[in-house]
């Protein structure tokens, strides 16, 4: 797929994801919001400018893959799948319906572009690690990045994954954090505390950066960087605000797995209209 540059255009395609995802969750009246509005930002810098892949050959030998840990904001995920053009937009609409490819976890051969099935949490950064060992053992070109949560950071088998990505010098493997600070029954800091969450992984033998979340630039630039290091994996934690832009959802736990109301959902769309225009009105 061609890359992306242009600061504006990307951002009007964040904002059709976030719009894109708000229909589908009201339509499903099931799902996972905060999470999934709030990954638009990065969702878009992947699949719009930093990884390589084909939307017509979903199964190219070359594209880089992509693994989605925290399967529950798939919304997301199909969302910038059909806006990159693997199955036709109006296909959203049937997400979480009975018959659907589009189910409430992403699941490997239903749905072109998905590379694992993902739902237990925990598990995805496991599965790149693996994906990530092939590739260097045969000396792909390709690269592995997984999408994980903060809140699964509370599960050993992740710190056993990072622990093999960094014995195995997988410097093929960039893993991006979405640090909203939520988890589905209260804030992580509460739940269960995380911090000193860099410390830890740069502990572990790994390549740490922070960034934005909502920083399109600077999450392509921070992407572009982890390709210049070659004998460590990276971590970027990704800050991010849960229901970015969706003023009643930012920042709340309790949208972590609830869908809008039908007056929400319009509210939720009338303030994404208002923000797309901001944005149009830019100077590039």
């Excluded at 529950?72 to 059909?82: F, G, K």
């Excluded at 995805?124 to 949560?149: D, N």
Aim: glycine fraction near 8%; charged fraction near 25%; include cysteine.
């Amino acid at each position: 797929m061609k890359k992306i540059t242009n600061t504006k255009q990307l951002n009007l395609i964040a904002n059709t994801i976030r719009q894109d995802v708000v229909k589908m969750l009201y339509e499903a009246k099931s799902g996972h919001s905060a999470g999934s509005i709030g990954l638009a930002d990065i969702f878009t810098a992947l699949y719009f400018n930093v990884l390589y892949h084909d939307s017509k050959k979903p199964d190219w030998e070359g594209r880089d893959r992509f693994v989605l840990s925290n399967g529950h904001v798939c919304p997301v995920l199909y969302a910038a799948l059909a806006n990159a053009g693997y199955f036709p937009k109006q296909e959203l609409m049937t997400l979480r319906k009975l018959g659907s490819r589009l189910q409430g976890h992403p699941h490997r051969g239903l749905v072109p572009g998905i590379e694992t099935s993902s739902g237990p949490l925990g598990q995805g950064l496991s599965q790149a690690v693996g994906m990530a060992l092939v590739g260097k053992a045969e000396g792909k070109r390709w690269r592995v990045y997984c999408m994980i949560s903060d809140g699964e950071q509370q599960e050993g088998q992740s710190w056993e994954a990072a622990m093999l990505a960094s014995k195995y010098k997988l410097g093929n493997l960039t893993a991006i954090m979405d640090r909203n600070n939520i988890q589905i029954d209260g804030y992580t800091e509460e739940v269960m505390p995380l911090e000193p969450l860099a410390e830890k992984y740069r502990a572990f033998g790994w390549n740490v950066m922070d960034v934005d979340g909502h920083n399109i630039k600077k999450i392509i630039d921070a992407c572009e960087e982890s390709k210049a290091v070659y004998e460590r994996p990276t971590l970027i934690i990704a800050h991010t605000i849960p229901g970015k832009a969706v003023s009643f959802m930012e920042q709340r736990f309790e949208w972590h797995g609830k869908p809008p109301s039908k007056e929400q959902s319009e509210k939720a769309i009338e303030e994404l209209e208002t923000m797309r225009k901001m944005i149009e009105e830019e100077e590039q």
